[in-house]
């Protein structure tokens, strides 16, 4: 594989495997600058901040992913691109979702054996693998998984979650099987998982950036009537029940990206 070969450029510091893919997050060992001006000022405060640029590896065994557009750095080996619209249909349901999670539209799929290495960056990434079950992340948050793992919407219960719970109307959601990674606003080591087993957490803020498919979310006063929830100074609270996973981030909101 292409990584093994590169030791000396860059360092695996997360690996994933399925049978018919392994996922990797590599990071450069070293940067020493750039042709254009401001980069090498980003790289300088990036090193000073412990920040690496990393990116997605993945090595495909007759396998199949799903990325978000525009993500493809470089490709080697039998791997064909396919970003069909669908027909008008398609093109219509692409563009809704676009519009709703403030992702790509048409996600290209790459299939067949070979590697393939995503656009390097300065974000956070998050893996995880999934097995027929359901995540729901924060808008924007999706940036490629194994394409047995559908991308689809989560859409609130209702206008007042939506309204008062900071995540509006929509977020995206992932289902089936198979690994996903994710652009995380924080380091996957300062993300903390709550686990649930029929029980219920309340957050204050939006600091939830994850949630399974059997947590149930809700927006609810921190305490009953108005004069309570005036007296404790917390007002509505984002409320989630059920048995699954809850992943919090020590930061109130997902700032720009540095890509």
Not at 102 to 120: Q, R, V, W
């Amino acid at each position: 594989m292409i990584v093994q070969n590169n030791q000396d450029v860059y360092s695996v510091i997360e690996q994933l495997e399925t049978q018919n893919a392994v996922f990797k997050i590599v990071e450069f060992n070293d940067l020493n600058g750039s042709t254009y001006l401001t980069s090498p000022t980003d790289m300088y405060y990036a090193k000073k901040l412990g920040m690496g640029l990393r990116q997605i590896a993945v090595e495909l065994r007759n396998g199949s992913i799903t990325t978000e557009a525009g993500a493809l750095h470089y490709m080697q080996g039998n791997i064909e691109m396919d970003n069909s619209l669908g027909g008008a249909a398609g093109i219509m349901k692409k563009f809704a979702s676009s519009v709703l999670t403030n992702e790509s539209g048409i996600k290209p799929k790459y299939k067949g054996t070979g590697d393939i290495f995503l656009e390097p960056s300065f974000s956070h990434f998050l893996m995880l693998e999934i097995e027929n079950d359901s995540i729901i992340v924060d808008k924007g948050m999706f940036y490629c998984c194994e394409s047995t793992v559908e991308v689809g919407i989560e859409s609130m219960k209702n206008l007042s979650s939506a309204a008062k719970g900071g995540e509006g109307l929509f977020q995206t959601k992932l289902s089936g099987t198979g690994i996903i990674v994710l652009e995380s606003p924080v380091p996957a080591g300062a993300v903390v998982k709550v686990d649930l087993n029929n029980d219920t957490l309340k957050v204050d803020g939006n600091f939830a950036i994850l949630r399974t498919g059997g947590i149930q979310f809700t927006v609810e006063r921190s305490a009953k009537g108005i004069i309570g929830s005036a007296t404790s100074g917390e007002g509505y609270l984002q409320t989630f029940r059920g048995t699954g996973q809850v992943w919090l981030s020590p930061t109130t909101s997902r700032g720009p990206l540095l890509s």
